[in-house]
């Protein structure tokens, strides 16, 4: 009878100790960010101008095509490289999904989700310069 009792408390501690483990945290990028809404309607200057600004900017001056300084960009963008009122074949949105052969810009990494899709709205609302 003793012997049963150790050998049930020897399985019994063998199975605690093989139950032991470590969770592996994984950290997902704009994991938790919740999607910004797209806007009934997007502006160019006040929300697609602005995402220019902070990421293109530094390479798309000046000799650089499409120039996207404020004050031509939207003529520059709308000569090849979006076609209004659609986003798949607009050079532009291809870019920055780095789809068709088209390389990725901004080249230092993907946008988030929410700042692609603002694009793509404001192409398939018609790429108006407003």
Same mark, same amino acid.
């Given at each position: 009878?003793?012997?049963?009792?150790?050998?049930?408390?020897?399985?019994?501690?063998?199975?605690?100790?093989?139950?032991?483990?470590?969770?592996?945290?994984?950290?997902?990028?704009?994991?938790?960010?919740?999607?910004?809404?797209?806007?009934?309607?997007?502006?160019?200057?006040?929300?697609?101008?602005?995402?220019?600004?902070?990421?293109?900017?530094?390479?798309?001056?000046?000799?650089?095509? +499409?120039?996207?300084?404020?004050?031509? %960009?939207?003529? &520059? =963008?709308?000569? !090849?490289?979006?076609?209004? @009122?659609?986003?798949?074949?607009?050079?532009?949105?291809?870019?920055?999904?780095?789809?068709?052969?088209?390389?990725?810009?901004? +080249?230092?990494?993907?946008?988030?989700? %929410?700042?692609? &899709? =603002?694009?793509? !709205?404001?192409?398939?609302? @018609?790429?108006?310069?407003?």
């Amino acid at each position: 009878m003793k012997n049963k009792i150790q050998k049930v408390l020897m399985g019994c501690f063998s199975l605690l100790l093989l139950s032991c483990y470590y969770d592996e945290v994984v950290i997902i990028p704009d994991a938790g960010t919740p999607e910004e809404p797209i806007p009934d309607v997007i502006s160019f200057k006040d929300n697609i101008q602005p995402l220019f600004n902070e990421s293109c900017i530094s390479c798309h001056k000046g000799s650089t095509d +499409p120039v996207l300084e404020a004050n031509v %960009s939207y003529d &520059n =963008l709308l000569n !090849g490289y979006v076609v209004k @009122g659609d986003a798949n074949a607009s050079i532009l949105y291809k870019a920055l999904l780095n789809i068709d052969g088209i390389p990725l810009m901004p +080249p230092d990494g993907k946008w988030s989700d %929410s700042k692609i &899709n =603002l694009v793509k !709205g404001w192409i398939e609302q @018609g790429a108006l310069d407003n």
